[in-house]
């Protein structure tokens, strides 16, 4: 037995249960101005009474926007759910849109096929707006995004990309990677080894000069990079160790590559903080919970969420682009507390 379909209810269907025109109930799901209280309130019972539900297309055809902010993804998915940080910025910007009528939507673009889809639909209004939290400058993706003619903020540095592009927010990584410098040789460091995260990450060239400023000829002249994970950082202090490098003290990209450098000092009798001091980047969950608790730079990215969304909003009202630089902290625990 076929299931009778249950007829939708249309704009014209309200206006005739309300005793208006359907202009009228247009004007009302608008917010526009010109509508009497007492039609208002009975558009508003007709739409009660009747199940109406906007459609979100109507609505964009009438309003001009589709209260929708694209959140840009480029990285594998893999990578993506293993680092916290993504989730850390993620949530600074479903927190920011949570009062507001716009809803944030994922879109994966670590393939070509991924971003053809997702630009095409940026181009033809699906969203707002784009919060690109994984920026990689010299990948294409960019250039794409300015010709999609659509506000773009990035979660990152714009280097030397056009100003006037642009909006972009992120933690000063230069400025995080000399307080941790600074914080070794306050405890004693003086001979210091750098193990990285990829060198064609934007975070990586700028926490290496924050070493290099900071450190001098205390910095070990090879600077390691590695991947972002703890395997990665596990191999790297293995090696570092079996190099007969001189070393007191380890600088670490991120948490994650600090986590696989305790394992690997510890399997081979070095004691932190008493025979090596180690500091991470980041102050994900895990620094706090490792053996020893891990020293490292806090960086906010629930922050950096939050202002995203609010780039991204002033861009739509129509204003500039314009830069927000966050200001990192150290987190002192037990990894270098002598």
Known sequence: MAVARTKKVTIRDVAARAGVSHMTVSRVLNGAP?????????????????????????RQLATGTAEAYAVALTEPLDELLADPT?????????DALTPTPVVPVLFTMATSDERAKGLRLFKRGAVDAVIHISPYIDDGM???????????????????????????????????????????????????????????????????EG????????????????????????????????????FDAVACGN??????VLQALREHDQ???????VIGFDDHPVASMSTPRLSTVHQPFDLQGKVAVELAAEMVAGGPPRTVVLTPTIVERESTRT
């Not at 010109?34 to 109507?58: K, M, N, Y």
């Not at 993504?86 to 479903?94: D, F």
Request: charged share 20%.
């Open 255 to 260: 948490d994650r590559i600090a986590i696989g």
């Open 211 to 246: 070493l290099r400023r900071a450190l001098g000829e205390r910095l070990l002249p090879t600077i390691v990079y590695a991947g972002w994970d703890t395997p990665a950082g596990y191999q790297a202090g293995v090696e570092l160790v079996r190099s007969g490098a001189p």
């Open 34 to 58: 010109g509508v009497g209280a007492d039609r208002e309130q009975a558009v508003r019972a007709a739409i009660e009474s009747t199940g109406f539900i906007a459609s979100a297309r109507a």
């Open 271 to 277: 004691r932190v903080p008493d025979d090596v001091l």
């Open 86 to 94: 993504y989730a850390s910025v993620l949530k600074g910007i479903t």
């Open 142 to 208: 960019l250039d794409d995004l300015r010709d999609a003619h659509v506000p773009v903020v990035l979660c990152g540095q714009l280097g030397d990309l056009d100003q006037g592009a642009f909006a972009s927010v992120y933690s000063d990584d230069v400025l995080g990677a000399t307080l941790a410098a600074e914080h070794l040789l306050a405890r004693g460091a003086t001979g210091v080894a750098a193990i990285m995260g990829p060198a064609d990450n934007p975070a990586t060239p700028d926490r290496a």
